[in-house]
């Protein structure tokens, strides 16, 4: 008999932890979009500054982060697409952002601000419509392929790190890009 009540609360105790995976698959999922959307079309982002490129990386990393994320599918036609994200790059600010002991800027910081809105292009009404401000911090002394940081926090350092090379300055400026593209894809999810 203690065999036969344990074979059962196993099948039960199964049957459970699988429905409750399912039916909480199904709310995160489900439960995070409007149900007449499905689709999405970026427009390149319009720059307001005179950041060169920087239009197209932040239209391009938006674009990824979404993908990955396999939220919404991404289509180039405007006129059928479901939704429409538009976006304005507003401001682009460098400054000193830390100093050493002889008061010389050791840090600088480069600051970027992009003006959205998601548009639900079916009912024609804003679903977002908000300012993101990302930054990331630079050395002009230092070569972030050699400087024992962790510059763009994704636990991996130096010369192990395929971002981390180059120009100090345009890799606070990715930094900037990808923080700001991952709050418009968290926004977008937690709008619902």
């Keep these: 008999m203690t065999m036969e009540l344990k074979k059962r609360l196993k099948k039960l105790t199964s049957i459970l932890s699988l429905l409750f ?23 390149l982002f319009i720059n307001e500054t005179s950041e060169f490129e920087i ?18 599918k991404i289509i180039n036609d405007e006129k059928n697409s479901d939704s429409t994200i538009l976006g304005k ?48 911090t630079y050395s002009l002394d230092n070569d972030p392929s050699t400087d024992g940081i962790d510059n763009d926090n994704d636990g991996i350092l130096d010369e192990n790190d395929e971002d981390e090379f180059g120009d100090s300055r345009e890799l606070a400026i990715n930094i900037a890009i990808n923080k700001i593209a991952s709050d418009i894809v968290n926004s977008i999810l937690s709008t619902w």
């Design 21 to 43: 995976v399912v039916g909480c698959s199904y709310y995160s999922m489900a439960g995070s979009l409007p149900p007449n959307i499905n689709n999405v079309n970026i427009p």
């Design 55 to 72: 239009s197209e990386k932040i239209t391009s990393n938006i674009v990824d982060e979404i993908a990955i994320q396999n939220i919404l």
């Design 89 to 136: 790059i507003t401001n682009v600010s460098d400054g000193p952002y830390s100093f050493d002991v002889n008061e010389q800027v050791s840090e600088y910081r480069f600051t970027l601000s992009v003006s959205i809105q998601w548009v639900d292009n079916i009912s024609d009404k804003n679903l977002i419509e908000q300012t993101f401000t990302g930054f990331g």
